[in-house]
């Protein structure tokens, strides 16, 4: 008998998240697995809810032998606003079910539904990973990801660049900016209050603070802030995760005056340069919505869109959750938030962004 079906009747439970042995377990497996993200380590599913209160969860599929073979990441995210949904993985860009066997990700995929049911969630979201069988919708046109080689070296990397971009970032060079890069409190402090800033100029909600300063202390040296500063200030930053050789600029944006300088080219060629000097040999430049200004941005870098496939399941007789900000139904809020004063969206914009996942 063949592996394949070895496989499928494969028995899938729930993992122990607080078992150093069994994480271990996972994370080894994850690692080694084509399509793995960092989304999907049992690290990133404990700093989320260490750091937003949404609770984790990891189901795991093992073969007849006790070997795993699948296993899917999952927060239970939501809010009275938004509603509730089983999603893998919270506040991710990634996640989904990895599987040795289309019949393990079916598995999975109907025990994630089930575990949805029974903890009241209408709503089973799953980013990437493996395309479920039965029930799902597939939506492949949406969302698509950025990613390619390091160059071997730092004149490599800029002529590697379009040229439109190459000679933004060749003005950047005269801007007098500088650069820091680590993990401590100094690096977090500088890289909140210039992404609160950031995402409340694009009109949402800014993350905890408790979620970037869970995520660095899980990560530990897998994890680190780069920002540009002008004059001593900070105008741009970054914190980025390295998996696998990769580095994922993950939170990421700069202020008003950033845009003249152009520090946010600035940050990432920067930021290309540090990663080649860890030893990374890819630049994940994440997800982003087809035709966004995001989309275009990284388009603009060399990078060709690689598309996504999500996954949803809704209870019949339920709407799909809806927290996309290009909804319509969302555009008069977005413009009330962009005029808010920062400390007032600093405040609010925790305990609304909590139920977004």
């Known amino acids: 008998m063949n592996a394949p079906l070895l496989h499928d009747r494969a028995v899938v439970r729930q993992a122990d ?3 150093v042995e069994e994480v271990a377990r996972i994370e080894s497996w994850v690692r080694a697995q084509p399509g793995a993200t960092p989304f999907h380590l049992p690290r990133w599913l404990n700093a989320v809810e260490r750091g937003t209160g949404n609770r984790a969860y990891c189901l795991l599929a093992e073969s007849e032998t006790g070997e795993l073979a699948g296993m899917v990441p999952l927060h239970r995210v939501g809010s009275p606003l938004f509603g509730h949904a089983l999603v893998s ?5 990634g996640g989904g079910i990895l599987a040795a066997s289309q019949g393990v990700a079916d598995r999975l995929a109907d025990a994630v539904w089930t575990l949805a049911v029974a903890r009241k969630c209408p709503t089973a979201e799953l980013r990437g990973g493996a395309t479920p069988h039965g029930g799902w919708t597939i939506q492949g046109d949406a969302h698509a990801n950025f990613e390619r080689d390091l160059a071997a070296d730092e ?3 800029l002529l590697a660049i379009p040229r439109k971009q190459r000679a933004e970032i060749r003005k950047s060079l005269d801007n007098g900016l500088t650069v820091e890069t680590g993990n401590g409190g ?6 909140y209050r210039v992404y609160a800033e950031s995402v409340r100029n694009l009109g949402t909600p800014v993350f905890p603070r408790a979620l970037m300063a869970e995520t660095l202390k899980a990560f530990g040296g897998d994890a680190d802030i780069l920002t540009v500063l002008h004059d001593g200030r900070p105008v741009a930053s970054v914190l980025s995760l390295y998996f696998n050789g990769a580095v994922m600029p993950y939170w990421g944006g700069g202020i008003w005056q950033a845009r003249a300088l152009r ?13 080649r000097r860890r030893g990374c040999t890819r630049f994940d430049f994440g997800r982003s919505k087809v035709d966004s200004g995001a989309y275009f941005f990284k388009k603009n870098w060399g990078f060709e869109p690689e598309p996504l496939s999500y996954s949803t399941r809704t209870a019949d007789g339920t ?8 909804s319509a139904k969302y555009r008069a809020v977005i413009a009330a938030w962009q005029k808010l004063p920062l400390p ?3 405040l609010v914009g925790p305990w609304i962004s909590r ?3």
Do not use: K, T
Request: net charge negative; aromatic share 12%.
């Open 17 to 19: 998240l607080d078992a």
């Open 89 to 93: 993985s919270g506040f991710a860009v």
């Open 155 to 157: 004149e490599a990397q």
């Open 186 to 191: 100094r690096d977090l402090d500088w890289h």
């Open 263 to 275: 520090a946010n080219d600035f940050m990432y060629f920067a930021l290309m340069n540090h990663a």
């Open 319 to 326: 709407a799909p959750r809806d927290v996309n900000p290009n």
């Open 344 to 346: 007032v969206a600093n």
């Open 355 to 357: 139920g977004l996942g």
